[in-house]
């Protein structure tokens, strides 16, 4: 079955695929909320994770060290990079040292209580597994 077909719900009927559930791209500068009891997707993505795991342990990081860390290549760290800053997650600063371009990215305030939020949400549900 093609990965956004609709598959059948076993209560009947058919699921939404995943093209048609609610977006979580949020306009520029504005960070997008998650449901409460709901998973943040646009964090749960293992590159954006990475990403927002970095920069919360670290005031700020260029896109070089990023992509060293993350080992990832410069379309893919862009990319995801692009999404967390429109959400308003992240923030991206572009200068120059000498003749040579510096992009630094650094964790913006929603960004932080979002990564917070995902962790107490992850943390809930390690504790659930764990108790069952």
Known sequence: MARNAAAPDPRGGARKRDDEKEPLRGVRGKATEATPGTLDRLIHERMRLGIV?????????????????????????????RKLEDAGYI????????RMPKTAYALTVPGRKAFERYLDHMEALI???RDA
């Not at 923030?91 to 000498?98: L, M, P, Q, W, Y």
Request: net charge negative.
């Open 127 to 129: 504790r659930a597994a």
């Open 91 to 98: 923030s991206c600063t572009k200068s120059f040292e000498g």
């Open 53 to 81: 795991s970095a920069l919360a342990a670290n005031e700020s990081l260029t896109f070089n060290e990023l992509k060293g860390l993350l080992q990832t290549t410069d379309g893919n760290l862009s990319v995801h990079a």
